[in-house]
Each structure stands twice: as C-alpha cells, then as structure tokens.
C-alpha cells in the first residue's frame, strides 16, 4: 500500500495512522512541572518558568487549527481545509482525496450527531487533538497532531469504542432456607 492509500485508508478508519502523525491513541499525560534545580543558569530558570506557557499557546493554537480543519470539511471546502498542513501531508493527503474519505463517513456510519469537546494530550513533540464525533451507528473521533511550528502533521478518523452498560445485579435478598410462616 503506498503512502497516499495509507492515509486516506486511515482516514476512512481501516489502517494504521499516517507515518506522519503520532501513534493511534497516544497517551494522555501533563508531565509534571518541577521546579528549576538549585544550580539551574538564571536562563534556563526563565525557560522553565515560561514552559507551561508555551505549551498552553501550542495546545490553543491546536485546538483553532483542528476547529478550522473540521469546519473547512464540513463546508466541503477541501482545499481550505488543508489550508494548515505540512507539506508531508499536503502531498500525502490531496483535496479530492480527503473530499472522497470525508463524505464516505455518512455513508457508511450514518447521519453525524453534534461534536464532543476537544481533548488535548502530547506525544512526541506534537500536540494531539481529539475530537469526538458521533454518528448514528458510530462514535468516532478526529484526531489531529500539530508539530512544533504549528502546522498539522497528522489527521485521521478512528472508531471509538462504544461503553457496555454494567450487567444488572439482583437487588432482591437471598433466598432463606426456613419455613415460611403459617397463619391460623
């Protein structure tokens, strides 16, 4: 399979995540914040202390481009909404073939419900978005890495799994073994 089947294929939810984009379903986690050591330059202290600044704007700016991508799709608008791509996937994901993976996914999931808030993790070096988006037979999510600079490095489609309910647990007592009562 070459690299642009690939991605289109992922897009569709039926193979592995673009070479481009973080793994599948990084792991969510904000790496704890220590303080600057002892022995630390005054430098590298300043740099600490804007760190989870920077990484609040990254996330910010993730989160604007993922809304862009998914409002640009939802328009059909499939040129604009490559608009943020890195040239990998600019070359790997053509307009016509996001537009034939896009509008695949009513048609085989069903009429699409209204999106899930965005969440937010890293992996990597990308910052990852996931957005949840129900369908009618389907929950599904886009997701979509931002590089450094802030351009998309990876976007995809995956299914989610749907939430069994809990078996039902009897409530009633267990039974006795004594004799029920006789009334005269």
Request: with cysteine; proline share 12%; glycine share 6%.
């Amino acid at each position: 399979m070459n690299r642009t089947s690939l991605i289109a294929a992922t897009l569709l939810g039926i193979g592995a995540a673009a070479s481009a984009a973080p793994p599948r379903q990084p792991a969510t986690h904000q790496a704890p914040i220590a303080p600057p050591a002892a022995t630390a330059s005054p430098s590298a202290k300043a740099i600490n202390e804007l760190a989870p600044q920077a990484a609040a704007a990254a996330i910010e700016s993730c989160i604007s481009k993922t809304d862009a991508l998914l409002a640009a799709l939802d328009k059909g608008d499939y040129a604009g909404a490559e608009m943020d791509f890195n040239p990998t996937m600019q070359a790997g994901l053509p307009p016509d073939q996001l537009k034939q993976a896009w509008e695949a996914l009513p048609t085989r999931f069903g009429t699409p419900g209204a999106r899930g808030a965005p969440h937010n993790s890293l992996s990597d070096g990308y910052v990852v978005i996931t957005v949840p988006m129900p369908y009618q037979s389907m929950m599904l999510a886009a997701q979509v890495a931002c590089e450094a600079d802030g351009k998309i490095a990876g976007f995809h489609v995956m299914t989610l799994p749907v939430s069994q309910p809990a078996p039902a647990t009897s409530a009633a007592p267990a039974a006795t073994s004594a004799p029920a009562p006789t009334h005269r």
